[in-house]
C-alpha cells in the first residue's frame, strides 16, 4: 500500500478531479448530453493520462531542484526509482496518443464531415506538456505552456461533437471562449503560485491575479455574446434569468478565491500563497459546474453531478498535496 501511495503522490492525482470536471463540461457543451457513454468514459480516461503524464514528468524534471529544496519529495527519497517514473510516464503518454487515435478513426469512419482534430490535438497537448517541463517551467511563457494545456484538452473534448458554423479549425465560437477561459484562469494560477515554496514578490502575484480575473471575465461575458444563444439548435434560446443566475453562481464560487488572492497579496508569505493556489483549483470544479447549468439549466443534474466532485478533490487533498 505504501508503494501505491508513493505512485499516486507522484502522479499527483488530488488535483485530477478538476480535469475530470473540465472534461465533463465540455462533453455537454459540444454534445448538449453525456451520451453515448463510451465515447465520455474514452475521453475522461484519455484526458486523465495525459494529465497524469504530465505530472510525473514534471516531478522528474524537478528531480535535482527536489534533492536540495524538498528532499522529501517521491523521487528525491527513493520511494519511486526515477527509472521506474520514466517508464510510468511513457505509458501514460502512449495510452493517452493511443485513445487520441482511435477517436480520430472512430471520427473517420462516420463521414468525411466529421471533425478528425483528436490526434493531432493530443500530438500538440504532448508537445506543450514536454516543452512546458522541459523548457518553459520556469521563464515567463511557462503559465502561458500550462493554461495551453487545459485548453488544448478542452478542445479535445469538445472536437467529439461539433455543431453549426466553424470558427477555427472546425471548433465553435462558444467552445473557443470556454476554452480560452479555463486556460486562461489556469495560467493566471499558474503565475500565482510558481514561487509558492519562498517569499514572493508582490508584482509578481499581482500579475497571476491579473490574469486569472481575465479568464473569469471570459466566463462572465459567455452568456451574453450572440452566438451562446445558437449552442444548440435543438433547443430555444437561453432564458436571461438563467443568464444571471448563471453569473450570480460564478461571483458566489469566486468570492472565496479572491479573498485568498487578497490575503496572499498582503502577505506574500508561502503558506497562504499555497492555500490561494489550492481554492483557486478547487474552484474549476465549480466553474464547470456553473457552465453546465448554462449549457443545459432544464437538466440541473448535470451541474450537480460535477460539483460533487468537490468531494474527491477535497478528501485527496488532504492526502496528497495538488501542488
Known sequence: MSKLAAYLRLMRISALPTLWADVLMAFLLAAGSWLPSWELALLLVCSSCFYLAGMVLNNLC?????????????????????????????????????????????????GPGENWWQLPIGLCLAAFIAIYNFRAKRSVFGPLFMGGCRFLNILLVTSMHVQG???????????????????????????????????????????????????VSLLFWLPFTDFFDGLASDRD?????????????????????FRRVAMALGTCE?????????????????????ICYLVSPETPAYALVVATLLVPAWLMGRWISAT
Open 62 to 110: 524537478d528531480v535535482e531542484y527536489d534533492r536540495e529544496h524538498c528532499p522529501g519529495r517521491v523521487l528525491p527519497s527513493g520511494q519511486v526509482a526515477v527509472g521506474s517514473a520514466w517508464i510510468l510516464f511513457a505509458s501514460l503518454l502512449i495510452t493517452a496518443l493511443v485513445i487520441a487515435g482511435c477517436l480520430t478513426g472512430i471520427q473517420l469512419q462516420r
Open 165 to 215: 458554423n466553424h470558427l477555427i479549425a472546425w471548433f465553435e465560437k462558444d467552445q473557443l471562449l470556454v476554452a480560452a477561459a479555463i486556460g486562461t484562469y489556469v495560467a493566471g494560477i499558474t503565475w500565482f503560485g510558481r514561487s509558492e515554496h519562498g517569499q514572493s514578490r508582490r508584482g509578481q502575484l499581482i500579475v497571476g491575479a491579473i490574469v486569472m480575473a481575465a479568464g
Open 237 to 257: 434560446a437561453v432564458p436571461i434569468r438563467n443568464k444571471w443566475v448563471f453569473c450570480g453562481l460564478l461571483a458566489m464560487m469566486l468570492f472565496p478565491v
Open 270 to 290: 508561502s503558506r497562504d500563497i499555497k492555500s490561494a493556489v489550492i481554492i483557486s483549483l478547487l474552484t474549476i470544479i465549480m466553474l464547470d459546474a456553473s
